[in-house]
């Protein structure tokens, strides 16, 4: 069972329905060095290095441009990440051309420039727009195409696109086809699938990272390659062990999956008054045995009571069925009856409209999945785990009592199983979920404690930005994301990239000289 708390404030400070929060930053805005020549000499290297019948100039923007700050608020998730003291990058680069991406990785690793890879802006670090040593910015919102084959279930996808302009293009080709990936329409799908990518219909299909076919990757020394020529060990490593550690993801080929013509979906909420401890305890047992065709992830939240000025805790039961209401309402009687779901719960849809009831945008057309701006900007912290025994009665209750606090944030928890086990703000706020992270300790992942890559998490640990990061410094939060998996994609990451140009707060490091030997 997947486990994800969120604390989070919307912009003008209301409470909202995820938790994203205020925080404060004392950085040092980068520059150019202290030689303009070196400025001069890195666009010239860009120039030579590039297609010249799409010029590169065309798509850099420095500081003196006047769409640079547009461009780089333009699909910032986290405002956390978005002020004035916040580093900003020495220049943006928008490709039209894999030549313009080849370019910049030769120049970058020739001049020493970091560079950060954005897709879609969701990392919740904010690792693809953010470093606190001199860094461009690849953002490749102009690779985006996807062409869908229906004749074979098939779409080649760029790394620019959305999870929600994915879902858009096969539902204009097929009601009967769908595509394993997140719920939020404005995240990129070069970091997501990466990272690997949990949805809705990954109890019955998978991560999104598991129905992958190829790909195209530029690597450090500015080569192209696909699945055949990268070989399946970086094949491998790219689908889940993030892809910024090992180049950057030009385009993802996928296998579309079958869905029903109809699905049927229910949001349930039950109080405490309600018994929502029975049926969640009941949830804890059932929820990832359940047939793969229904997922039913479960929120915890605190919200008004029955009475003035009072409070109480809610559990939200959402679900996504693979077929129509006569049939989850059978299934549920047998195997969920605690629930108490009815007729008048359920909602029968097609499988592209249930994409719009989970972003809560039932009732707006179709074509709102390709709107790449986020609806709503938060300040946010989150944190994700690995739920492995039931949580007790005794721990729930100490849930409650957090989620009573002021500063408190949701609960989200997602039932694996089907599928998936067949493959193998304000400091005050942030502190919050700090906290309720260590009080969950005793009822979640250990040795190691585990953690979810598309949940970014810098409190697990941190490589270093100058110089390089050893193996064991780096096993202390790559182990928690990855497991017995971080050994194997160190050594492919030494092998694809052994200079470690390709680097972050947490990418997969590269073993020294010494170490291979």
Not at 191 to 206: A, D, N, V
Not at 245 to 256: A, D, P
Request: include cysteine; charged fraction near 20%; glycine fraction near 8%.
């Amino acid at each position: 069972m997947g486990l994800h708390a969120v604390s989070y404030k919307d912009q003008m400070g209301a409470s909202s329905s995820a938790i994203f929060l205020p925080f404060v930053s004392l950085v040092v805005l980068v520059s150019w060095a202290t030689s303009s020549s070196i400025h001069e000499n890195f666009l010239q290297c860009l120039s030579l290095n590039s297609n010249h019948t799409t010029p590169i100039s065309n798509v850099l923007y420095t500081p003196k441009n006047m769409s640079y700050s547009a461009i780089l608020e333009s699909t910032i998730e986290n405002l956390r990440f978005s002020s004035s003291a916040t580093p900003k990058p020495l220049l943006i680069l928008t490709p039209l051309h894999v030549s313009h991406i080849q370019a910049a990785v030769i120049c970058s690793k020739k001049y020493g420039m970091n560079i950060r890879v954005r897709s879609g802006g969701h990392d919740y670090e904010g690792l693809s727009y953010v470093s606190e040593i001199p860094f461009i910015i690849i953002d490749l919102v102009e690779l985006r195409s996807i062409n869908i084959s229906i004749e074979d279930g098939t779409a080649w996808v760029e790394a620019g696109a959305t999870v929600g302009e994915v879902y858009y293009r096969i539902a204009q080709k097929s009601r009967t086809y769908g595509f394993p990936a997140g719920s939020c329409p404005t995240v990129g799908v070069g970091g997501h699938f990466s990272g690997g990518g949990y949805g809705t219909l990954m109890r019955k299909y998978g991560l999104s990272a598991d129905n992958i076919i190829d790909a195209y990757i530029v690597v450090s020394d500015g080569r192209v390659l696909n699945r055949e020529s990268m070989g399946e060990d970086l094949f491998w490593a790219i689908r889940g062990g993030g892809g910024a550690s090992f180049g950057i993801i030009l385009s993802w080929k996928i296998k579309l999956v079958p869905v029903p013509p109809i699905v049927t979906v229910f949001t349930v909420g039950r109080t405490l008054e309600q018994g929502a401890l029975k049926v969640f305890l009941k949830w804890q047992q059932v929820g990832s045995r359940l047939q793969e065709d229904i997922f039913i992830g479960a929120i915890f939240g605190a919200v008004s009571g029955s009475q003035e000025g009072e409070r109480t805790i809610e559990v939200s039961f959402k679900s996504l069925f693979l077929g129509n209401t006569s049939q989850l309402l059978s299934l549920m009687k047998k195997s969920f009856p605690e629930l108490g779901l009815e007729a008048k719960d359920c909602l029968e849809m097609s499988w592209i409209e249930s994409v719009l009831y989970y972003t809560d945008l039932s009732g707006e057309p179709v074509n709102v999945l390709l709107n790449r701006i986020p609806q709503f900007k938060n300040y946010f912290k989150a944190k994700s785990d690995y739920v492995q025994e039931p949580i007790s009665e005794t721990g729930l209750q100490g849930v409650w009592k957090m989620l009573y606090q002021e500063e408190a944030g949701i609960m989200i928890l997602s039932p694996y199983g089907g599928r998936m086990n067949e493959i193998s703000e304000t400091e005050k706020r942030i502190n919050w979920i700090r906290k309720l992270y260590a009080y969950m300790a005793p009822y979640v992942s250990k040795f190691p404690r585990a953690a979810y890559l598309n949940y970014r998490d810098l409190d697990l640990g941190m490589n270093k930005l100058k110089g390089n990061t050893s193996y064991a410094q780096a096993s202390i939060w790559g182990i928690k994301y990855f497991s017995c998996n971080f050994n194997r994609l160190v050594h492919v990451k030494t092998k694809v990239d052994p200079s470690n140009f390709f680097r972050n707060e947490q990418s997969i490091p590269s073993l020294s000289p010494w170490w291979k030997s």
